[in-house]
Nanobody, 120 residues
């Protein structure tokens, strides 16, 4: 069982930046980031493959958020810039140890979430 330990988050003003971390206790083939605002469904922010470092993003964050994965430390990062109030919510990282699960966007392991607040 892989455990994901999240860190980072907090409160910033609009236009500011935050960086979230997601440390996996063992090998993962991919890492994804999700967010959920009160009263809304969980939304996938983006996803990165360990094998090639290629990341994909949902349209609302593309160009502002960057996902990376440090393979040596099994740690994923979500760098958020030009934050907007609508980016606020609880951010979760998720991961899969199997490439097939990654391709299907089926994540076996989940972090506990961290709060991001953005004031106007």
């Amino acid at each position: 069982q892989v455990q994901l330990a999240q860190s980072g988050g907090g409160s910033v003003e609009a236009g500011g930046s935050l960086k979230l971390s997601c440390a996996a206790s063992a090998y993962v083939a991919c890492v994804a980031w999700f967010r959920q605002a009160p009263g809304t469904e969980r939304e996938r922010v983006g996803h990165i493959y360990r094998s090639n470092g290629i990341a994909s993003y949902t349209g609302s964050v593309r160009g502002r958020f960057t996902i990376t994965l440090d393979n040596a430390n099994n740690t994923g990062y979500l760098q958020m810039s030009s934050l907007k109030p609508e980016d606020a919510g609880v951010y979760y990282c998720a991961a899969a140890a199997d490439l097939r699960e990654c391709n299907l966007r089926q994540y076996t392991f989940w972090g506990l979430g961290t709060q991001v607040s953005v004031s106007a």
